[in-house]
């Protein structure tokens, strides 16, 4: 079949396509379908394959059901990676090695293309006594540290960069410095974070009373919950992190209350899971349900939706046989309890077909009309394949006293009180936004439309950007029905035009059927005051949400999408650009910086001269020197490299990044409190502060020198170190610097 749209086709070829060694692979879309849907009908008993692999092909037919990209990218390839999207990690131990068993365990999951969460909270704070080595602790954020430089060199499956969830308890002693580390624009670049809330502390909030920060049974000391209040949401206002939590409903509305324990999401918020929890993911895409879309009496086919729905449970479940598992401890988790997370996607293109405003009564009505179908069938089927294949080996009767249970209609009760369920957790909603974009750009979950027509800014791998017109699935639709002639505002809404409430009312009315969470963000106006974006968080706890993310634009958060209308492309062969390296004056001001390594006898100077731009100084050149000879040639190689990438000018900041990202295999080193993995990573961070212009020590890791500070002394030089300080005496050549001796 023809892709909607060219953007549509690329994400397939370059995220969902499977190219094989041998030249082999998927040659269209339809191949993708065969591919993934034999893969996963594997799971039936053999005389069933042929029929449940028909039956799964035609649910992928026209994007009618999006499993998650890992399902897509992966399933059928014979690649070492899971099917899976989501994982939270077990408990992080409060003692060294257990918690770099615990950064190992992350890494090999990210590896195989999970996005992986932590709860923080379990390390003890900063300052407090580690008993039996006479050291106080650095605290949880200094170990943030070290996952995000970890994750930083992961490439999940290959494809894209490992993404990760921090969460940390608002009772926390550090809970402060967590709500303002990602005001570091350097800091936690791989994390999204949240922050765990009980009810307790939105009760302490309303009556204005005082809030103990606690640790193993002490109490730290005691903060006035407004202020810490007042202090989450300003971050949140400002850049946008961190997210909230509410782990409480969180825990008292899952179907697994009965035997785990939450503390932690997935990346995107939409998995609520156990230590070792593991979620696959998949949606049914809404816009393509209905049949008439515009007409007086549209509305969506809840019986093909039924139908979607009951394939879609079963193909998620035998995803769980297929997949590969990175630890055993997610398998084993995985296969007790079997949850899956079925979704949706379109919602709000669905909703402009049947002539409904998101975020009215009549939307929040369909939304759970649509919602309750899904819900019905999912656990029917469920109950279904559990008398077929059996209950999910933890299966205990007390699942039907929890809230999402209760809730069901008696037949379905019933059916599950006979046969027990396959599957913990049946429902969750998903960010989609690659697979969303796959079908044609539909919006994307429970989201709003961002733009019916918009430049969407494309990271590209040599680290550039371009910009992409897109138009919105429904868009799309109205203009092949009705060609030029202008839609209906009063149902193109987008998400510019929406209140916080709008969101507030969506949200709220969806999770009333969804097992788990939902991934979605509250867009709030740049101009909105304060007061009122602080309200939208304790508004979305009393209407029932487990988890809000908010999004507002400004000049820190900058955007992803661009609503202005694009020009008309030119598709012209231009010559490349003529490359013109700027020229240097005779001589230039800079600064020397000196970076003490941990396992190094000698310090490495690192000066960065400058020249003046129109608005302000621009790197020039670089020079790195030490009188350890061990390193010349690679820094000799860097600094010329690194040089002409200056001399070209434009936006350099990427070298910093790219050097801080290098691991050492032989490890790195702790300076002014934070993890750095390698000598080369330290150098990068001497570059972003430069760049930066900070006078302030931490951020790299250094401390700066003035350039006509007194440098090396000169002398008979060193056959080891190269330095200048070998001296003869009693008969021998001695280095003062590194040691070195030779007698005779």
Same mark, same amino acid.
């Given at each position: 079949?023809?892709?909607?749209?060219?953007?549509?086709?690329e994400?397939?070829?370059?995220?969902?396509?499977?190219?094989? !060694?041998?030249?082999?692979?998927?040659?269209?879309?339809?191949?993708?379908?065969?591919?993934?849907a034999?893969?996963?009908?594997?799971?039936e008993?053999p005389k069933?394959?042929?029929?449940?692999? %028909?039956r799964?092909?035609?649910?992928?037919?026209?994007?009618?059901?999006?499993?998650?990209?890992?399902?897509?990218?992966?399933?059928?390839?014979?690649?070492?990676?899971?099917?899976?999207?989501?994982?939270?990690?077990?408990?992080?131990?409060?003692?060294?090695?257990?918690?770099?068993?615990?950064?190992?365990?992350a890494?090999?999951?990210? +590896?195989?293309g999970?996005g992986?969460?932590m709860?923080?909270?379990t390390?003890r704070?900063?300052?407090a006594?580690?008993k039996?080595?006479?050291? %106080?602790?650095?605290?949880?954020?200094?170990?943030?540290?070290?996952?995000d430089?970890?994750?930083r060199?992961i490439?999940?499956?290959?494809?894209?960069?490992?993404?990760?969830?921090?969460? #940390?308890r608002?009772?926390?002693p550090?809970?402060?410095a967590?709500? %303002?580390a990602k005001?570091d624009?350097?800091?936690?670049?791989?994390?999204?974070?949240?922050v765990?809330?009980p009810?307790?502390?939105?009760?302490?909030?309303e !009556?204005?009373?005082?809030?103990p #920060?606690?640790?193993?049974?002490?109490?730290?000391?005691?903060? +006035?919950?407004?202020e810490?209040?007042?202090?989450?949401?300003?971050?949140?206002?400002?850049?946008?992190?961190?997210g909230?939590?509410?782990i409480?409903?969180?825990?008292d509305?899952?179907?697994?209350?009965?035997c =785990?324990?939450?503390s932690?999401?997935?990346p995107c918020?939409e998995?609520?899971?156990?230590?070792?929890?593991?979620?696959?993911?998949?949606?049914?895409?809404?816009?393509?349900?209905? !049949?008439?879309?515009f007409?007086?009496?549209?509305?969506?086919?809840? =019986?093909?939706?039924?139908?979607?729905t009951r394939?879609?449970?079963?193909?998620?479940?035998n995803v769980?046989?297929v997949s590969?598992?990175?630890?055993?401890?997610?398998?084993? =988790?995985?296969?007790?309890?079997?949850?899956?997370?079925?979704?949706v996607?379109?919602?709000a293109?669905?909703?402009?077909f049947?002539g409904?405003?998101?975020?009215?009564?009549?939307?929040?009505?369909?939304?759970?009309q649509?919602?309750g179908?899904i819900?019905?069938?999912?656990?029917?089927?469920?109950a279904?394949?559990?008398?077929?294949?059996?209950?999910?080996?933890?299966?205990?009767?007390?699942?039907? %006293?929890?809230p999402?249970?209760?809730a /069901?209609?008696?037949?379905?009760?019933? /059916?599950i @009180?006979?046969?027990?369920?396959?599957?913990?957790?049946?429902?969750?909603?998903?960010?989609t936004?690659t697979?969303?974009?796959?079908?044609?750009?539909?919006s994307?979950?429970v989201?709003?439309?961002f733009?019916?027509?918009?430049?969407?800014?494309?990271?590209?791998?040599?680290?550039?950007?371009r910009?992409?017109?897109?138009?919105?699935?429904?868009?799309?639709?109205?203009?092949?029905?009705?060609?030029e002639?202008?839609?209906?505002?009063?149902?193109?809404?987008?998400?510019?035009?929406?209140?916080p409430?709008?969101?507030?009312?969506? +949200?709220? @009315?969806?999770?009333?059927?969804?097992?788990s969470?939902?991934?979605?963000?509250?867009?709030?106006?740049?101009?909105?005051s304060? =007061?009122?974006?602080s309200?939208?968080y304790?508004?979305?706890?009393?209407?029932?949400?487990?988890?809000?993310?908010?999004y507002?634009p400004?000049a820190?958060?900058?955007?992803?999408?661009?609503?202005?209308?694009?020009?008309a492309?030119?598709?012209?062969p231009?010559?490349?650009?003529?490359?013109?390296?700027?020229?240097?004056?005779e001589?230039l001001?800079?600064?020397? *910086?000196?970076?003490?390594?941990?396992?190094?006898?000698?310090?490495? *100077?690192?000066?960065?001269?400058?020249?003046?731009?129109?608005?302000g100084?621009?790197?020039?050149?670089?020079?790195?020197n030490?009188?350890?000879m061990?390193h *010349?040639?690679?820094?000799?190689g860097?600094?010329?490299?690194?040089?002409?990438?200056?001399?070209?000018?434009?936006?350099?900041?990427?070298?910093?990044?790219?050097?801080?990202?290098v691991?050492?295999?032989?490890?790195?080193?702790w300076?002014?409190?934070r993890?750095v993995?390698?000598? #080369?990573?330290?150098?990068?961070?001497?570059?972003?502060?430069h760049?930066?212009?900070?006078?302030?020590p931490?951020?790299?890791?250094?401390?700066?020198?003035?350039?006509? +500070?007194?440098?090396?002394?000169?002398?008979?030089?060193?056959?080891?170190?190269?330095?200048g300080s070998?001296?003869?005496?009693?008969?021998?050549?001695?280095?003062?610097?590194?040691g *070195?001796?030779k007698?005779?």
């Amino acid at each position: 079949m023809a892709f909607d749209n060219p953007l549509a086709a690329e994400i397939w070829r370059s995220k969902y396509r499977f190219n094989a !060694s041998d030249g082999g692979g998927d040659e269209t879309v339809e191949q993708t379908w065969s591919r993934v849907a034999a893969a996963v009908a594997d799971a039936e008993a053999p005389k069933a394959r042929r029929i449940w692999r %028909d039956r799964f092909a035609d649910a992928l037919s026209d994007f009618q059901f999006l499993p998650a990209g890992r399902i897509l990218a992966g399933a059928g390839t014979a690649r070492s990676v899971t099917l899976f999207n989501c994982f939270v990690m077990g408990e992080v131990p409060d003692d060294l090695p257990g918690i770099f068993a615990a950064v190992r365990e992350a890494a090999v999951t990210m +590896q195989q293309g999970g996005g992986v969460g932590m709860d923080f909270s379990t390390i003890r704070p900063s300052g407090a006594a580690v008993k039996g080595v006479g050291a %106080d602790a650095s605290g949880p954020l200094s170990f943030m540290d070290v996952w995000d430089a970890m994750c930083r060199t992961i490439l999940s499956a290959g494809q894209r960069r490992g993404a990760m969830m921090g969460c #940390l308890r608002i009772d926390h002693p550090d809970i402060e410095a967590f709500i %303002d580390a990602k005001r570091d624009p350097g800091r936690l670049r791989n994390f999204n974070v949240s922050v765990l809330v009980p009810d307790s502390f939105m009760q302490v909030l309303e !009556s204005d009373g005082e809030w103990p #920060l606690t640790f193993a049974g002490e109490t730290y000391r005691t903060v +006035q919950a407004r202020e810490l209040w007042r202090r989450l949401m300003q971050a949140t206002y400002d850049v946008a992190e961190p997210g909230v939590i509410f782990i409480d409903q969180v825990n008292d509305r899952n179907n697994l209350a009965w035997c =785990e324990t939450i503390s932690a999401s997935n990346p995107c918020g939409e998995q609520m899971l156990p230590p070792y929890g593991a979620c696959l993911l998949g949606s049914i895409n809404l816009a393509r349900l209905v !049949s008439t879309p515009f007409d007086k009496g549209a509305v969506l086919d809840e =019986e093909r939706l039924g139908q979607l729905t009951r394939t879609a449970v079963r193909f998620l479940d035998n995803v769980i046989d297929v997949s590969r598992y990175p630890l055993e401890a997610q398998a084993a =988790e995985a296969r007790a309890k079997r949850r899956i997370g079925l979704g949706v996607t379109g919602l709000a293109d669905a909703l402009v077909f049947c002539g409904a405003r998101y975020g009215e009564a009549n939307a929040e009505a369909l939304t759970q009309q649509w919602l309750g179908v899904i819900k019905r069938e999912a656990y029917r089927a469920s109950a279904e394949l559990a008398a077929e294949k059996g209950a999910f080996p933890l299966y205990d009767a007390a699942i039907l %006293d929890t809230p999402n249970l209760k809730a /069901l209609d008696e037949e379905t009760r019933d /059916l599950i @009180a006979r046969h027990g369920l396959r599957n913990g957790c049946l429902t969750s909603v998903a960010p989609t936004g690659t697979t969303s974009l796959l079908a044609g750009n539909v919006s994307s979950g429970v989201e709003p439309v961002f733009a019916f027509s918009y430049t969407r800014k494309v990271l590209q791998p040599d680290g550039t950007r371009r910009e992409e017109a897109v138009e919105d699935y429904a868009l799309t639709v109205w203009k092949r029905l009705h060609g030029e002639t202008p839609p209906p505002q009063d149902v193109f809404v987008t998400a510019q035009t929406l209140t916080p409430l709008h969101h507030l009312r969506m +949200q709220s @009315a969806a999770q009333a059927f969804i097992d788990s969470s939902i991934s979605k963000t509250v867009n709030c106006p740049e101009d909105i005051s304060f =007061e009122d974006f602080s309200e939208v968080y304790v508004q979305g706890w009393r209407m029932g949400c487990k988890g809000l993310t908010t999004y507002r634009p400004n000049a820190v958060t900058g955007s992803v999408l661009t609503v202005d209308p694009p020009s008309a492309p030119d598709d012209r062969p231009r010559p490349p650009p003529e490359l013109v390296l700027l020229p240097r004056s005779e001589s230039l001001d800079g600064k020397t *910086y000196k970076v003490k390594w941990p396992d190094s006898p000698h310090a490495v *100077y690192v000066t960065i001269n400058d020249i003046e731009g129109p608005d302000g100084p621009l790197p020039f050149e670089i020079f790195i020197n030490s009188k350890n000879m061990e390193h *010349y040639a690679w820094t000799l190689g860097l600094t010329r490299m690194i040089s002409a990438v200056f001399r070209r000018g434009g936006d350099v900041g990427f070298v910093a990044e790219e050097l801080k990202a290098v691991f050492d295999p032989r490890g790195g080193g702790w300076l002014h409190g934070r993890y750095v993995p390698s000598l #080369l990573a330290a150098i990068g961070g001497v570059i972003e502060r430069h760049l930066a212009r900070s006078e302030t020590p931490g951020n790299d890791h250094i401390s700066a020198v003035s350039a006509h +500070q007194e440098g090396p002394r000169h002398g008979p030089s060193c056959p080891r170190c190269g330095g200048g300080s070998l001296i003869r005496k009693e008969g021998c050549d001695s280095c003062e610097d590194c040691g *070195y001796s030779k007698c005779g």
